[in-house]
């Protein structure tokens, strides 16, 4: 079975400040990755995502991630936040060599002060 | 397209009644997700279809749940009877295929009293 690790249950920094959030999955095969984000009282928005190919990849809203195969991660970053990034933010993980099932994290939430 | 449309947006409802959640997917995607978040045990993948055949139901809390997809463009998830700790948003998200990013809905909040 897969399982997908984030590391922070809540964060709060400054606005300004550098973001950086921690994933971690189980599955040693091949996968697909994905960011979703979670604005207070909204659905869940697609990020970025990684299928193949650079594994730093870019996504909305000046946030990027960086695949580490040999560390089965995936981490999220933005430079610099604004209040507006104020939200849940979740890993996710998906297999490419069978029935796929999203498998999400337990999610972050990040409380950016103005 | 309008994206991934979830009915009703809120339901309140007494313990014990019936209560169906209902999804349409967007037009053209193989695959369907119905989760639920909530505080205590964040976002849970109860069942996923596939072309409209359940692969997965495993995360399905118990028999009181089922979960139809009669067509590409519909599918259904029940609840009876209901119970308090029911209460929680469901979300239903579609992809193109069971690989590719999911597209999620708005939720429906469900609130058992």
């Known amino acids: 079975a897969q399982s997908v690790s984030q590391h922070n249950h809540h964060v709060i920094l400054s606005e300004a400040a550098s973001l950086e959030l921690g994933c971690n999955y189980s599955?040693?095969?091949?996968?697909?990755l994905f960011w979703y984000v979670q604005y207070p009282g909204q659905h869940l928005q697609l990020l970025l995502k990684?299928?193949?190919?650079?594994?730093l990849v870019k996504g909305i809203k000046g946030f990027e991630a960086e695949f580490i195969k040999s560390k089965f991660s995936f981490n999220l970053r933005k430079p610099s936040v604004q209040w507006s990034d104020t939200a849940e933010y979740f890993c996710a993980v998906n297999r490419t060599d069978s029935w796929g099932k999203f498998q999400f994290g337990a999610g972050t939430q990040v409380v950016v002060t103005p | 397209d309008a994206g991934v449309i979830q009915s009703p947006r809120h339901e309140v409802t007494e313990m014990g009644q019936e209560v169906t959640l209902r999804c349409k997917p967007i037009s053209g995607h193989n695959s369907l997700f119905w989760y639920r978040q909530t505080m205590m045990r964040g976002l849970e993948l109860l069942i996923y279809f596939n072309n409209n055949v359940p692969i997965d139901d495993s995360g399905m809390p118990e028999d009181r749940f089922s979960a139809k997809m009669p067509n590409a463009s519909f599918s259904t998830l029940k609840i009876q009877p209901s119970e308090p700790r029911d209460s929680a948003v469901y979300f239903c998200?579609?992809?193109?295929?069971?690989?590719?990013?999911?597209?999620f809905g708005q939720g429906t909040r469900l609130t058992v009293v």
């Open positions: 990684y299928f193949s190919g650079d594994p």
């Open positions: 599955y040693g095969g091949t996968v697909n």
């Open positions: 998200a579609s992809s193109l295929d069971w690989s590719t990013e999911a597209f």
